[in-house]
């Protein structure tokens, strides 16, 4: 006896068809291209050689920490300097909304050579024009004992210039969505000042917001490499390019690494993100904390 | 001295003025509603109470003490806003005790009271509850228990009702008002829902243009209206504009018939008036009745046609197209309509006393025009 498939049935079977599919040919797409680096990567002189070669070269680690180093210090002064800023210009200033939209595409416009070129000559060599225009501070800071042209701290300023875009944009999208001005105003009425407010009722409902600006920095930081060359900084990207003109079998295994620990990192902060919106949405919240 | 006092209070945004001059003071524990159509200046006026509006001009003092120039969080009001603005992180509870916190109170002390209020607003065991599990009314119970918590002396309240549905908004007002007046409160009102101010008001504050028409108790305002707005504004009103024939004797000419009204001696015959009268004063009579009425010689009388008839539950309200004075709106008991339809020619009627007569000036004028009286 033949069985009938009603036609509900059909279509979720054809849509779940199909659906898969796509999901597939886009896994292939994207792993692919990974698996043949990997396997490329294991076929040095032996299995794991590249490998081996990698984790006993002391630049591999020397690279990765300043790399590391520079991507959280990157990610935490792009936060700390916009995120006040953009909820300042929402509350108090919303006609500067539109400048700082302007600000925040500039680095779309300005190439990293460009720009490392001019943090270079402003540092390196400042005048009278940029002395005055910065109201002093540039002279300060090129002078000993800060020497900042060609530092590290300069090259992380330059970092969170390049990621701006990238962290104001879903920091006031964030603001925005949240009613900060009418929240804000509840606060104060509930006799709380401007930090209490910021850090107990805005910063909690804009993390989801933070968190996607912290993983661009970051991802950007890590993989930036045009700046860090010119600054003549050796980061972890210097050291990939290096590597892999010396041997593209250890260059392979390296971008896999790379690929895999920026990966990790991605997810820990997706997974942190996760957590606190569970957190949020579960019945029977937490007990009455009183905020010291 | 009044326990909230506002003297000369004056706000300019750019070039328009959106409180200008305005004094008006409020006794300790009473229910006073700022009423008035969008831009009237009700809620900039609330604004500057909390704090959130540095006034241009003008004092606000509380309890004798004069905090025009005090920061919001240092003012002792407590504010329940139109979108409830509760805190979308925290659980009931934990917004309730937000304020209680930020004075740094004892845990234990914090509890106690977030139970109490959460037992005040009807809402005890949903203290765990997030904002978004929460229905709109809910939500705004916990915005007034929030701002009870920190022990306020005015409750200012800018159109908590607004963001829900008719059925909710009518218990949720009559909520409001139990606490109010269980906890003796002074409390600020901003709402443009004259239903809702009438209902639960001590007294009305009739706003227009950022001046205040009239402050009196709702069935002073609804019954004894002292300008056109006023009386446009609250209640629903037919309007005729005549001309005084007889100001000492009481009569009107409204298009080419007399109206008898109340004696006016205060205005000069040949002034130019605005008869309100209210729908529920009007009675209808089918027309060969009327010709026994007339005969009393005491009465407005007037010909129409129903054009629209609408059951309202106890009143049923008529839309009547007049033969010379336009349209015409009355509520009559439900139970005194059979025999009256659509197309029907009948005659009204309504008292001279039923009629307030208020001078319409200029000014008047364009108030009355700005607003839509729901006269159809």
């Known amino acids: 006896m033949a069985t009938t498939v009603s036609p509900d049935r059909s279509q979720r079977r054809l849509r779940f068809g199909v659906d898969t599919l796509f999901l597939i040919l886009a896994l292939i797409y994207l792993l692919v291209p990974l698996g043949a680096m990997l396997a490329f990567g294991l076929s040095g002189d032996s299995l794991f050689s590249s490998f081996q070669k990698i984790f006993s070269d002391k630049d591999f ?34 006609k ?43 002279p300060l800071l090129s002078g000993p004992p800060f020497t900042i042209a060609n530092t ?19 920091i006031d999208n964030s603001l925005r969505a949240l009613n900060a001005t009418v929240l804000t105003e509840a606060g104060q009425s509930l006799g709380a000042n401007w930090w209490n407010i910021f850090w107990h009722v805005i910063l909690p409902n804009i993390w989801p917001g933070m968190i996607s600006a912290a ?26 390019n290096q590597v892999g003109q010396m041997d593209p079998h250890e260059a392979a295994s390296l971008s896999v690494f790379s690929f895999i620990l920026t990966l990790i990192c991605v997810l820990a902060i997706i997974l942190l993100l996760r957590r606190r919106a569970d957190a949020a949405g579960s019945e029977g919240g937490s007990e009455i904390v009183a905020i010291k | 001295m009044s326990f909230l006092v506002f003297e000369d209070m004056v706000k300019y945004f750019g070039k328009l003025t959106a409180v200008d001059h305005i004094s008006l003071s409020i006794e300790q524990g009473e229910f006073l509603t700022l009423l008035g159509p969008s831009g009237c200046g009700k809620t900039t006026m609330l604004r500057m109470v909390a704090g959130f509006e540095q006034p241009d001009g003008g004092r606000i003092l509380l309890d004798g003490e004069d905090i025009t120039q005090r920061a919001a969080r240092k003012r002792p009001m407590g ?49 765990r509850h997030y904002p978004h599990q929460l229905s709109g009314g809910q939500q705004q119970r916990i915005a007034l228990a929030r701002a009870l918590a920190v022990e306020p002396k005015v409750l200012l309240l800018d159109e908590p009702l607004s963001a829900l549905d008719a059925r909710v908004r009518v218990s949720l007002r009559n909520e409001i008002r139990r606490i109010q007046q269980q906890l003796a409160m002074t409390a ?105 009425t007339a005969q009393n010689g005491r009465g407005n009388y007037l010909d129409g046609v129903i054009e629209l008839r609408t059951f309202l539950g106890p009143f049923t309200r008529f839309h009547i197209q007049l033969s010379e004075q336009g349209k015409l709106t009355a509520d009559i008991p439900s139970r005194l309509v059979e025999g009256y339809t659509v197309g ?33």
């Open chain 1, 96 to 138: 500067l909304r539109v400048l700082l939209e302007i600000l925040s595409l500039i680095p779309f416009a300005v190439p990293a050579i460009v720009l490392s070129l001019g943090l270079l000559e402003v540092y390196g060599t400042p005048d009278t024009l940029t002395a005055i225009f910065s109201f002093g501070l540039v």
């Open chain 1, 215 to 240: 993983l661009l920095t970051f991802s950007t930081a890590m993989g930036e490499y045009t700046l860090a060359s010119l600054f003549g900084i050796y980061t972890f990207p210097n050291y990939l």
């Open chain 2, 79 to 127: 504010m329940v806003f139109q979108s409830y603005a509760l805190f979308p992180h925290m659980t009931a509870e934990q917004n309730i005790a937000f304020g209680m916190n930020m004075k740094k109170l004892p845990s234990e002390h914090i509890r106690k009271r977030c139970a109490e209020l959460l037992e005040l607003v009807d809402l005890a065991g949903r203290g």
């Open chain 1, 61 to 94: 680690y020397n690279t990765l920490l300043t790399s590391l180093e520079l991507a959280v210090t990157a990610t935490l002064l792009s936060l700390i300097l916009i995120t006040p800023t953009a909820y300042w210009v929402q509350i108090r200033l919303p």
């Open chain 1, 152 to 170: 590290p701290p300069l090259l992380a300023c330059a970092y969170v210039i390049i990621s701006l875009p990238f962290v104001y944009r879903p």
């Open chain 2, 188 to 292: 600020i009102y901003v709402t443009h829902d004259q239903e809702e101010a009438l209902a639960i008001s001590d007294r009305i504050a009739v706003m227009a243009k950022g001046k205040v028409e009239q402050i009196d108790q709702p069935e002073e305002i609804y019954r004894n209206p002292r300008t056109a707005f006023a009386a446009t504004f609250v209640g629903t009103t037919n309007q005729f504009t005549g001309t005084l024939d007889s100001a000492r004797e009481g009569l009107c000419r409204i298009g080419n018939q007399l109206f008898q009204i109340p004696a006016q001696p205060t205005l000069a015959d040949g002034a130019v008036v605005l008869v309100v009268v209210r729908p529920e004063e009007i009675a209808l009579h089918a027309t060969d009745e009327a010709v026994d």
């Open chain 2, 344 to 376: 029907h020619r009948v005659q009204v009627s309504f008292p001279p006393e039923a009629c307030q007569v208020l001078p319409l000036d200029q000014a008047s004028q364009a108030a009355s025009s700005l607003l839509e009286v729901e006269a159809i």
